[in-house]
């Protein structure tokens, strides 16, 4: 009320929140959230849209404004005081200001209410982080428990394996498997067996595996195909895992599938069952917000929750307290920042309200997952702090060391000058360009979006770029900026996903890899051309399941690396006489061209093992330039391993200084 009272004092002006706080809470420190909430309040009371306000409108960097004129309410008087009419008379007079004290005491009375029902008292309090590994292993989604133990994925140079730690900290132990690449998905109620699966793989769905814990061969399970997305009932008599776009359940033994029922549009993930056995709770995500929805057990009452709840777009990762009093999940804010990680009360307030979220506490770490201990005194964290360091090859001292400052960026691209330099930030989807030495940086990305694959035109005065929104639900498509910057030009559209943009030597055509929006794997992908002076685009005939590709320095050939026939491989197309020719056989990514033209570099992998390696378009011979063995690189994002050349041609990569560990934070929870 008193947030309410001091926008209509303002008559219409843009009120700060600093002095909502002065005038709110002046002896008090208080959070954002706070306010937000507060106005969160009010907007449901006077039944107000964000989107389309009627009475309370945000102003981005300034504050709010109620939008609607206020003005005092004046007394009537009586229609006829000489009328003789018999008045009748309570104890005291209703003089029009009592009358509007009561109505304010009311008011007043009725917004305590509201906020009592539904923000019950709670006292959440956070008492200690431990880190409980230390070997910077590159640990991946979902965190499991047993009690004792802790388990996840590590990504490597090999594959994907399993791996599990102590839950008291201590050395990183991996669980051998007969798979190269596995994941897991969720551990049995009494923690002897784990749901396996080749999870990372480009097919949509893929075989599940139960594998017995301490050791032993994994088991298929029945006919069962997943995507990951499954999970044991607390009884451990059943399996609810994701079947196409519908919610099914299969005996533990593989046995009886069916299905419990369709589910919401947009991507589903994240199931969990209740400690009690009788709902089930997931996220959707349909590229705009991340909502949570509930279903019981036996497939009836599908419901969405937290419909009204403003916070950040992106929502995750939800788990139940053993004694299902809480629900724990995180969120992500746009377009980086803390994650926040929130509890619900699953008891019911004053006339079966249910609880709002309520903040548990924020960290700098990149949270990927988070689930509480046996016991529930402790929540285990999957933390993830990211750096990538910029580093040159110097082919003297044969060692990787620090280029331009060592910066922390991917995509690098530079002007045919080799004066400047553009490239995406690390953590956040934001494109930069700036001179080598770091002066006159300045951002070239769109507000709100996701930005990648920067490079120059070759007269230097544009920059290419992939783009699109952060929360909308069209894919990404080819814009290009002035060097300069200012207004972005959209050159593509469509429903299919395009990546990596180059020009043409002579500056009329842009080339760029492409992805159908219904099916994001790398065989689906093909490479186009966009023509500057016709502004059509075309495929490039024979390109199919190529994605990342280069022009060749004088214009004649392409050099692109995919899937192509269902094998990786690194493929020259000849403009002249429009065919496709073999360069090389293997795991070959991220060609580049050398500035003569002799040669297109690649990151070479060999059961595991990789290197920097060059092709001469000579005779197509193969030669390794540099072992890759000993320089670290995030394994599990694929902009962790790219490759280029500096503008005097040395081989560049990316050097990863993240740190990527399991914590345990203790808590006191009500």
Known sequence: MSVLVCLAEHKCEVVSKEQLFATVWPDTFVTDDVLKRSISELRKALGDDTKEPRFIETIPKGGYRLLVSISPVAPKPDSDPNSGRTRLRWPFEFTPTRIAVVISAALLLAFVLVVWMRSPPRSFKVLAYTQLTNDGSEKGPPIITDGSRIYFNVATTVGRHLAQVSTRGGEVIPITTPFRVVGSADISPNGSELLVGNFFADQKEVAVFVLPLPGGSPRRLGNVFSRGEMVWSPDGKEIAYLCGAELCLVKSDGANSRKLTSLPDGNPYGFRWSPDGRILRFWTDDDKRTSLWEISANGANLHQLLERWDHDPRLCCGHWTPDGKYFIFQSYPFPFGPVRIWVIGEKRGFLGKASEPVLLTETPLDVHGAVPSRDGKRLFLNGYVGRMELVRYNATSRQFVPYLGGISGSGFSFSK???????????????????????????????????????????????????????????????????????????????????????????????????????????????????????????????????????????????????????????????????????????????????????????????????????????????????LKDLKQRQSRFLGTWIGLSPDGSPLALRDLSSSEIYALDWELP
């Open 417 to 627: 000058d080799g004066q400047w330099v553009a490239y995406g930030s690390w953590l956040a989807p934001v494109m930069w360009r700036s001179r080598v030495d770091g002066s006159q940086r300045l951002q070239l990305s769109l507000p709100g979006s996701v930005s990648t694959g920067a490079t120059w035109s070759p007269d230097g005065k544009q920059i290419a770029f992939a783009n699109k929104s952060w929360l909308g639900p069209d894919p990404q498509h080819i814009y290009v900026i002035s060097a300069d910057g200012g207004g972005a030009q959209q050159l593509t559209s469509g429903e299919r996903a395009e990546r990596w943009p180059d020009w043409s030597p002579d500056g009329n055509l842009l080339l760029f890899g492409s992805i159908p929006k219904d099916d994001e794997t790398e065989t689906a992908a093909a490479v186009h051309i966009f023509d500057f002076r016709t502004h059509q685009e075309s495929k490039v005939p024979g390109s199919d399941g190529l994605l990342y590709a280069r022009w060749s320095p004088d214009g004649r050939y392409i050099a692109a690396s995919g899937n192509a026939e269902g094998e990786k491989k690194l493929s020259l197309f000849d403009l002249r006489i429009r065919k496709w020719v073999e360069l090389a056989r293997g795991q070959l990514t991220w060609p580049t061209w050398s500035r003569d033209g002799r040669y297109v570099y690649v990151r070479f992998t060999v059961e595991g093992e990789s290197s920097l390696a060059r092709v001469r378009i000579s005779d197509h011979a193969l030669e390794r330039v540099a072992s």
